[in-house]
């Protein structure tokens, strides 16, 4: 495996420029999920349900249609994850007020529990490399994984002015 180059010219990308970027992103997911990956075995649970927890955490109240838009997986997909975890008490489903159709998505005492044990790990790590990095860094990897999504993936990190 070739050394990180501290300067990349984006004018002369070579081959093993690209091939070292699809590399970084490996080992950086790796080593990001590996903790809470041994967390959630530990509850007979995977990575579906840690963005599932991630997200109802993030969003309190989103409905299960919004959370199928951010996962982008099918509804049997996610009601397999999600029927697990409000049968084990992590997640509450409450019907919504102005339509009832609706199923909106809270983290129990449980889930949240569980939710800041999976999250205070990866934290750490982000902010111990955005420390490192400086915030010039920090904004050319944003712009960087900007740039690796789809366009509809997008949407979630603009602000409402634009």
Same mark, same amino acid.
């Given at each position: ?21 699809? &590399?970084?992103?490996?080992?950086? $997911? ?24 991630y997200f109802v955490g993030r969003?309190?109240? #989103? ?23 409000? !049968?084990?008490? $992590? ?20 889930? !949240?529990?569980? &939710?800041?044990e999976l999250t205070s ?8 490399? $955005? ?7 920090? &904004?050319?990897?944003?712009?960087? #994984?900007?740039?690796? #999504? &789809? ?12």
């Amino acid at each position: 495996m070739a050394e990180p180059k501290s300067i990349v010219n984006p004018l002369f990308l070579r081959d093993e420029d690209l091939r070292q970027g699809i &590399e970084l992103l490996f080992f950086a $997911y790796r080593d990001f999920t590996a903790r809470g990956d041994a967390i959630l075995a530990k509850q007979h649970f995977g990575r579906a349900h840690h963005r599932v927890i991630y997200f109802v955490g993030r969003h309190p109240g #989103m409905t299960v249609s919004a959370l199928l838009g951010i996962l982008a997986i099918t509804k049997q997909s996610l009601s397999r994850v999600l029927s697990q975890l409000v !049968r084990e008490d $992590y997640i509450v489903q409450k019907t919504g007020v102005a339509d009832r159709r609706q199923r909106l998505l809270h983290l129990t005492d449980k889930g !949240r529990a569980l &939710e800041a044990e999976l999250t205070s790990e990866q934290r750490a790590r982000i902010m111990a490399a $955005y420390k490192d990095a400086g915030a010039v860094s920090v &904004e050319g990897f944003r712009k960087v #994984m900007l740039g690796v #999504m &789809e366009p509809a993936s997008r949407k979630h990190f603009q602000t409402p002015d634009k």
